[in-house]
């Protein structure tokens, strides 16, 4: 199993991201898909996941902000990321929710 994540970066506070995560070995479609994070000297913390037939759910922090969504055709998963903030400095995670298959995360790094 693969998952390979892209798409983060440096960007000002009030700026936007879209991650994206590829992933392989897997049937993608029949698979509940997650975004985590982890902050320098933090745990790693769910930011949003996704079901099989789409169903969403957010961490408080982010709601209103960030979107999860996923293409079962191209076998990706996708988080967008609007207004960002310097709190969502991390490494962000993609990983196929109920089994421990994670990608090997992608920088998010917002200045004030």
């Known amino acids: 199993v693969q998952l390979q994540a892209s798409g983060g970066g440096l960007v000002q506070s009030g700026g936007s991201l879209r991650l994206s995560c590829a992933v392989s070995g897997i049937i993608f479609r029949l698979n509940s898909m997650g975004w985590y994070r982890q902050a320098p000297g933090k745990q790693r913390e769910m930011v949003a996941t996704i079901s099989r037939i789409g169903t969403t759910v957010y961490a408080d922090s982010v709601k209103g902000r960030f979107t999860i969504s996923r293409d079962n055709v191209r076998r990706t998963l996708y988080l967008q990321m609007n207004n960002l903030k310097p709190e969502d400095t991390a490494v962000y995670y993609c990983?196929?929710?109920?089994?421990?298959?994670w990608g090997q995360g992608t920088e998010v790094t917002v200045s004030s």
């Open positions: 990983h196929v929710e109920g089994f421990n298959y």
